[in-house]
T-cell receptor, first 113, second 114 residues
């Protein structure tokens, strides 16, 4: 398996633009997590899915953020409109079962100018 | 609510010396506990986990961690540090009931000096 695949790896955009980050989890994994990493806040859980259903989105910063998982092999995190404070590395991770480890993607580094 | 505390921003140790990276947690019920490592410009990688059973857990690259329920701690240890162990280490906790989100600590940067 190729692991968790995220795209794009790097994104530079201007304030106000829409940003879409993509994630392909490991085949067979039933949990998918979106995290954001910044120097100030560390690693924050934004939202997680179980069997494609959003379970907890309490970490999503505000209405500008939305996440979807239309099927078991694809998820998106969208920011509209983007702001400079959204600049961070966004990680997607997946796992199988409740007690199992997370496998992380390489991350998407977002810079909003 | 779940929480994880890593009290040290950075740990410095000489190569060959033992290392300890501290972690305490708060969670309802019995926890699932994890350690992950992050190298520059990479995603997090799994090191070891505690689910149940023996309080001493052995993991990758010679690392181990001890679960202490009374102190709600899960410290990461290694008997002899290597320069290549220098990285950012994260402790994480997942509740075993009522939702299974995994919460991470702030991270501890380990610096091993040759």
């Amino acid at each position: 398996d190729a692991g968790v695949i995220q795209s794009p790896r790097h994104e530079v955009t201007e304030m106000g633009q829409e940003v879409t980050l993509r994630c392909k989890p490991i085949s067979g994994h039933d949990y998918l997590f979106w995290y954001r990493q910044t120097m100030m806040r560390g690693l924050e859980l934004l939202i997680y899915f179980n069997n494609n259903v959003p379970i907890d989105d309490s970490g999503m910063p505000e209405d500008r953020f939305s996440a979807k998982m239309p099927n078991a092999s694809f998820s998106t995190l969208k920011i509209q409109p983007s702001e400079p404070r959204d600049s961070a590395v966004y990680f997607c991770a997946s796992s199988f079962g409740q007690a199992n480890v997370l496998t992380f993607g390489a991350g998407s580094r977002l810079t909003v100018l | 609510a779940q929480s994880v505390a890593q009290p040290e921003d950075q740990v410095n140790v000489a190569e060959g010396n033992p290392l300890t990276v501290k972690c305490t947690y708060s969670v309802s019920g019995n926890p699932y506990l994890f350690w992950y490592v992050q190298y520059p410009n990479r995603g997090l990688q799994f090191l070891l986990k505690y689910i149940t059973g023996d309080n001493l857990v052995k993991g990758s690259y010679g690392f181990e961690a001890e679960f202490n329920k009374s102190q709600t701690s899960f410290h990461l240890k290694k008997p002899s540090a290597l320069v290549s162990d220098s990285a950012l280490y994260f402790c994480a906790v997942r509740a075993n009931t009522g939702g299974f989100k995994t919460i991470f600590g702030a991270g501890t940067r380990l610096f091993v000096k040759a």
